[in-house]
């Protein structure tokens, strides 16, 4: 028990204790503070990209429509014009 830290008040951990050097354990702060900086900087580019696929799928799926429906519209006005059905016999 005599070899134990002394308990500071507030419940924080006395940074002597751990035997890591105030100067290491700054630097690690400041490592961890970046590294947490980096993961939200990580996050919004990545939701960014993702809404951007989003919108570039939804692009695809309206282009592929719009290139059906043409080629039905086209089909059917052949239709109307004679030339989809049997054609010229001579």
């Known amino acids: ?3 134990l830290p002394q308990i500071i008040p507030g419940g ?3 940074p002597t204790a751990s035997g890591i050097p105030s100067d290491i354990a700054a630097r690690l702060k400041r490592k961890e503070e970046e590294a947490e900086l980096l993961r939200e900087e990580l996050h919004a580019k990545q ?3 993702r809404q951007g696929l989003k919108g570039w799928d939804k692009l695809s799926r309206d282009s ?3 290139a059906l429906r043409t080629e039905l519209s086209e089909r059917h006005v052949r239709m109307l014009a004679g030339e989809g059905v049997g054609g010229a016999a001579f």
């Open 1 to 3: 028990m005599a070899n």
């Open 12 to 14: 924080r951990i006395d």
């Open 47 to 49: 939701e960014k990209l």
């Open 64 to 66: 592929q429509s719009m």
